[in-house]
């Protein structure tokens, strides 16, 4: 399968600055589905190519743990696909940043260049390929091809050799591509998770939000996930502000897109990650893991020995492990996982043992008349010699501008404390259990609501 980018800009040979890749070598890089190649087709003063070559390796995608596809017979090895975004994203990484050591200016400069598939997969035909180019200012040229030449009464196929042409910056053109191919094709290879979003999010920067098909290819490149793509509508919403009343529909409907903006995720993690460290927590057990998020930080990370995860969902696991599998650790890393299918308010001999518990955003997820029914199980019978558990603020609530008054954060939370209530149960069960409790907030910490993130951490006592 192949790329090609020629551009006109002059002297043209600065193409080779642009991608990092000098016109007079050939370069080969190993990826985890097969080889990227890249060399120059035409090199002079006037007129320069680029050729990525994707050789993507059928046979060992279809063998093993974890196969991407599921026959040998296939058309990914041919088409532009999400194999090619990949692929993009990963040997063109720093043009793709906007980023040019040697001519930063250049990399911000708009300049001709035409980008060339030999075979896109435009599922919705050339009409889907224009709704998707020609907002983005691209003039746009499409040849059909017949399914099987033999019988043209069959009619034309979904595979089209395209040919986009624009002045723009290479990281524009490279973002549209990286975003817009698996959205053309509508197929990825991967299992799509919340990092797609992000992925979307950081890649549309810019010309996504204002986008008029934004809402097909934010469905389509987030494989028609429901709550995913409300996620991505609602931040997208944020950034075009240009059309109030479909902002507010989406903030509504993205009740889980709301904490967001604040990245507040990222920041649980970090604060979990420095209490697991400093109490030298070596093997953790994830009470009520979902798909995986903090598992796939802790086995990321050489320093957490023996790694668990626990939900009640066997489909959220099974996600989970597809989200691992992706990582290809080595064995010996990858064995220190285990993921187990349990309750966390009924007794379990498989919670014991561990260094850490982490509980995060899950309590409020419980039945309050089975709270206490948890707090044996995990205090109790479990006994970690450190508990880590988050909960939401409700008194945060108000500050998101998003949320409608007096609505939960998640459709599914049964409850959300204030930090009073909070704290009350936290020092109750510390000292039922023999533990102490420490509290601390997570996210920025408003003066008179707190964060949006509570945190308790629990040390048994010696
Ligand atoms: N800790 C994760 C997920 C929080 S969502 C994170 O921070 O991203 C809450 C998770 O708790 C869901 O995956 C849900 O399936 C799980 N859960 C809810 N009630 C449970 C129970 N009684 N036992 C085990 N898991 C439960």
Request: net charge neutral; aromatic share 10%; charged share 25%.
């Amino acid at each position: 399968m192949l790329l090609t980018i020629t551009t006109t800009h002059q002297p043209a040979t600065e193409l080779g600055y642009l991608l990092h890749k000098h016109p007079e070598r050939c370069q080969s890089f190993v990826l985890s589905f097969g080889k990227a190649h890249i060399f120059y087709s035409e090199v002079s003063t006037q007129r320069c190519t680029a050729v990525l070559l994707l050789d993507v390796d059928a046979v060992k995608l279809a063998r093993g743990r974890g196969a991407l596809i599921r026959q040998y017979v296939s058309d990914r090895p041919y088409v532009a696909s999400s194999f090619l975004s990949v692929a993009i994203a990963q040997v063109f990484s720093t043009a793709l940043r906007g980023r040019c050591k040697d001519k930063p200016e250049l990399a911000q400069t708009s300049i001709p260049l035409v980008a060339r598939l030999p075979v896109l997969p435009c599922r919705g035909g050339e009409e889907f390929l224009r709704q998707l180019f020609e907002p983005l200012g691209y003039c746009v040229s499409a040849q059909a091809h017949l399914l099987d030449e033999n019988f043209p009464e069959w009619g034309h196929s979904n595979y089209y050799t395209v040919e986009l042409r624009h002045t723009l910056s290479i990281s524009d053109l490279l973002s549209h591509l990286y975003v817009l191919i698996p959205v053309l094709d509508d197929e990825k290879h991967y299992w799509v998770g919340d990092e797609e979003v992000e992925k979307l999010l950081r890649h549309g920067e810019g010309w996504l939000a204002g986008h008029p098909a934004r809402e097909q290819i934010t469905k389509r490149y987030l494989k028609r996930q429901g709550y995913l793509t409300r996620t991505a509508l609602a931040q997208l919403a944020e950034e075009d502000n240009l059309d109030p009343d479909w902002v507010e529909e989406t903030h509504t409907q993205a009740e889980a897109a709301i904490e967001k903006p604040l990245s507040l995720n990222q920041q649980r993690i970090n604060a979990i990650l420095t209490v697991l460290k400093k109490y030298d927590a070596k093997r953790v057990i994830d009470l009520g893991c979902a798909q995986g998020t903090l598992l796939k930080i802790l086995l990321k990370d050489s320093f957490f020995e023996q790694i668990t995860g626990v939900d009640v969902s066997y489909r959220s696991l099974e996600i989970a492990k597809e989200r691992l599998d992706r990582l290809r650790l080595p064995r010996d890393r990858w064995n220190r996982l285990q993921l187990i299918q349990s309750a966390l308010t009924y007794q379990d001999k498989r919670f014991k043992g561990y260094d850490a518990a982490t509980v995060i955003e899950v309590i409020e997820h419980l039945d309050l008349s089975r709270i206490q029914a948890f707090e044996r199980v995990l205090f109790e019978v479990a006994q970690p010699k450190t508990i880590v558990l988050t909960t939401p603020n409700i008194e945060y609530n108000v500050r998101f501008t998003n949320l409608p008054a007096g609505r939960l954060r998640h459709k599914d939370h049964r409850f959300e404390w204030t930090r009073e209530q909070f704290q009350t149960w936290g020092n109750s069960v510390a000292e039922r259990f023999g533990y102490k409790v420490e509290f601390q907030s997570v996210g920025i910490e408003d003066s008179e609501v707190g964060s949006p993130t509570q945190m308790g951490v629990f040390s048994r006592n010696s």
